[in-house]
């Protein structure tokens, strides 16, 4: 959950959602309170409507924005500094253009991947600045909403946090799309920030400590006892973990399937065959 220009740090951030007293500006600690209760929310919403997207910028702007949910009624511009770098189309476009993105989402959303479809739709609404603030929030959270509804998993990809390091890409991209006149160069941006957060994820000790929290006890054992040896046959490990004889073979045969370990030997039928685990 990153918030552009939110002065709190991690720790109290999680003492804000936690219900813990806090010492910061009141705008940051009513931001996080407000983007932690609208992606509470991303069960409940219809990515795919335009009342449920003004229904979640009232949440996240809650208490911050003096027209929380609803379009932008002033022209607005982004800056570098007081430099203009971008106008953005006129307040009287705002409705048309998010109707037709709506409508376009609903007719593509049986043809396009969700993956292209979110990454059109985040490039799209930055580009038309809908509300007066929390527009970047917004098109994030509904980037995740998108995904989200397509698959589950998505809900806990911390794509934001990948996003936020990679910040000065992150706009730059959106420049280049908005000179180039197309998405392209955004899109692909996207889909790298998405792949690197899930390798990021799988490569985590949190993600590995709960793979190992799947496996059944019988198949730890037999995992630490090729850990402590380094090189062992099936005949060794039946002896020094007194598992079954058919039991720990079952078991190897699933971590090597499973890429846990890997058979060193001629063949997988080879009696002298040894296993370690995979580097």
Not at 66 to 79: I, M, P, Q, W
Not at 192 to 209: A, L, P, V, W
Request: aromatic content about 8%; hydrophobic content about 35%.
């Amino acid at each position: 959950m990153a918030i552009e220009n939110n002065q709190l740090s991690l720790f109290q951030v999680e003492d804000v959602i936690n219900g813990k007293m806090v010492i910061g500006e009141q705008k940051d600690i009513q931001e996080v309170k407000n983007a932690y209760k609208a992606y509470d929310e991303l069960d409940n919403i219809n990515p795919y409507s335009i009342e449920d997207l003004k229904k979640l910028h009232g949440i996240m702007t809650f208490l911050i924005e003096e027209d929380a949910g609803k379009f932008r009624n002033h022209g607005e511009g982004v800056y570098d500094g007081d430099d203009l770098i971008f106008m953005c189309p006129p307040a009287k476009m705002v409705g048309t253009l998010m109707d037709n993105l709506f409508d376009w989402m609903n007719k593509s959303k049986g043809t396009v991947n969700p993956l292209i479809l979110s990454c059109v739709f985040h490039y799209e609404f930055v580009f038309i600045h809908p509300f007066g603030d929390g527009n970047g929030r917004m098109s994030r959270l509904w980037q995740t909403a998108i995904l989200a509804d397509w698959e589950e998993m998505f809900k806990y990809l911390p794509i934001e946090s990948m996003i936020k390091k990679n910040q000065q890409d992150y706009y730059k991209a959106i420049y280049n799309c908005n000179n180039a006149g197309n998405s392209t160069e955004f899109i692909e941006f996207m889909l790298k920030m998405i792949n690197d957060t899930i390798d990021e994820m799988m490569n985590s000790k949190e993600m590995k400590d709960q793979s190992q929290l799947l496996l059944s006890e019988n198949e730890i054992k037999i995992i630490e006892c090729i850990k402590k040896n380094v090189l062992i046959g099936a005949k060794d490990v039946i002896e020094e973990t007194k598992i079954p004889d058919r039991t720990v073979r079952r078991i190897l045969r699933k971590l090597v399937d499973n890429n846990n370990i890997t058979i060193v030997g001629k063949s997988e039928k080879d009696p002298n065959k040894k296993y370690k685990m995979t580097e």
